[in-house]
């Protein structure tokens, strides 16, 4: 169950046209008063290779603590997350999808999880659909967040996150109930087949390195999730977390681990840092 949990860390973007950057994942954070530098990495929330160039391991033994999206860490997190699957005000798939499309949902759920639809009328769909995700790639499931935390254990340090359960479940509810279902229907119509090539062309896109491309394709697609919700699901998250970077590298060097999305663009967190006198530099 949880690498079902570790797959809830969705990886969604937005584009910009300016400043491309370079095809890099580690970034070394440095200036405006920072006594010892510290790193920012673009992960993947789901890949066939987890592991970690020399590099980013190099940079975690330079560094003294790990900062992911959230404290993966925290024994409880399974247990916030649950409370926050559902949706509110009553909300049920199976209002919100007509008969013939419920049921649609309903085979495709049965066929891929041995699990009728009945028992997730209430969650949010697109909580439905990150449960599937292990079923769009053709290996093992490997996460990059588990690989960072691995490390980070073996040096003693701490794992923390930059934002809490709640707040990151809370985003699908800003987010059209109806859009996410429908989203769902969709990749039941399709039986994963273009979810699947979607993936696959995502992780290509990220063992290039390339975090502009990565934008491009996800602001690129038919899914109404990630490409008509930027501010709720990218834009905003960043910055708030702006801030709280700029407290947590002053006290300590941090190894900073976020979804590979919320790092390019006018304002992911590379930008962003810049914007607050830092200097960003790709670590090749």
Same mark, same amino acid.
């Given at each position: 169950?949880?690498?079902?949990?570790?797959?809830?860390?969705?990886?969604?973007?937005?584009?910009?046209?300016?400043?491309?950057?370079?095809?890099?994942?580690?970034?070394?954070? !440095?200036?405006?008063?920072?006594?010892?530098?510290?790193?920012?990495?673009?992960?993947?929330?789901?890949?066939?290779?987890?592991?970690?160039?020399?590099?980013?391991?190099?940079?975690?033994?330079?560094?003294?603590?790990?900062?992911?999206?959230?404290?993966?860490?925290?024994?409880?997190?399974?247990?916030?997350?649950?409370?926050?699957?559902?949706?509110?005000?009553?909300?049920?798939? !199976?209002?919100?999808?007509?008969?013939?499309?419920?049921?649609?949902?309903?085979?495709?759920?049965?066929?891929?999880?041995?699990?009728?639809?009945?028992?997730?009328?209430?969650?949010?769909?697109?909580?439905?659909?990150?449960?599937?995700?292990?079923?769009?790639?053709?290996?093992?499931?490997?996460?990059?967040?588990?690989?960072?935390?691995?490390?980070?254990?073996?040096?003693?340090?701490?794992?923390?996150?930059?934002?809490?359960?709640?707040?990151?479940?809370?985003?699908?509810?800003?987010? !059209?109930?109806?859009?996410?279902?429908?989203?769902?229907?969709?990749?039941?119509?399709?039986?994963?087949?273009?979810?699947?090539?979607?993936?696959?062309?995502?992780?290509?896109?990220?063992?290039?390195?390339?975090?502009?491309?990565?934008?491009?394709?996800?602001?690129?697609?038919?899914?109404?999730?990630? !490409?008509?919700?930027?501010?709720?699901?990218?834009?905003?998250?960043?910055?708030?977390?702006?801030?709280?970077?700029?407290?947590?590298?002053?006290?300590?060097?941090?190894?900073?681990?976020?979804?590979?999305?919320?790092?390019?663009?006018?304002?992911?967190?590379?930008?962003?840092?810049?914007?607050?006198?830092?200097?960003?530099?790709?670590?090749?």
């Amino acid at each position: 169950m949880k690498k079902i949990f570790i797959s809830l860390l969705t990886l969604i973007t937005g584009l910009s046209f300016s400043q491309e950057l370079e095809k890099s994942l580690l970034w070394k954070i !440095s200036g405006n008063g920072l006594k010892q530098d510290s790193y920012l990495f673009g992960t993947i929330h789901i890949t066939c290779d987890a592991n970690l160039d020399a590099n980013t391991i190099k940079a975690l033994g330079a560094t003294e603590q790990l900062y992911l999206e959230l404290d993966m860490d925290d024994k409880s997190m399974q247990m916030q997350m649950m409370k926050h699957m559902m949706m509110k005000d009553g909300a049920k798939l !199976s209002t919100l999808l007509n008969a013939d499309d419920f049921k649609i949902v309903d085979e495709f759920l049965k066929k891929n999880m041995n699990m009728s639809a009945k028992m997730f009328d209430s969650f949010k769909p697109f909580i439905i659909t990150t449960m599937l995700y292990p079923k769009m790639i053709d290996c093992p499931f490997q996460s990059v967040e588990s690989e960072l935390m691995k490390v980070s254990k073996e040096q003693n340090e701490e794992v923390f996150g930059l934002e809490s359960v709640e707040d990151q479940m809370k985003v699908f509810d800003n987010i !059209s109930y109806k859009v996410q279902a429908e989203e769902l229907l969709k990749m039941a119509k399709s039986d994963l087949s273009k979810d699947k090539e979607e993936m696959k062309k995502m992780m290509t896109i990220y063992q290039n390195k390339d975090i502009e491309g990565m934008l491009k394709m996800m602001d690129d697609s038919d899914n109404k999730i990630t !490409s008509e919700n930027q501010e709720v699901l990218l834009n905003n998250r960043n910055k708030n977390w702006i801030p709280l970077m700029m407290k947590i590298m002053s006290e300590k060097p941090t190894f900073f681990g976020v979804g590979a999305g919320h790092l390019a663009g006018d304002e992911g967190v590379i930008k962003l840092l810049r914007k607050q006198g830092y200097k960003v530099e790709a670590v090749n």
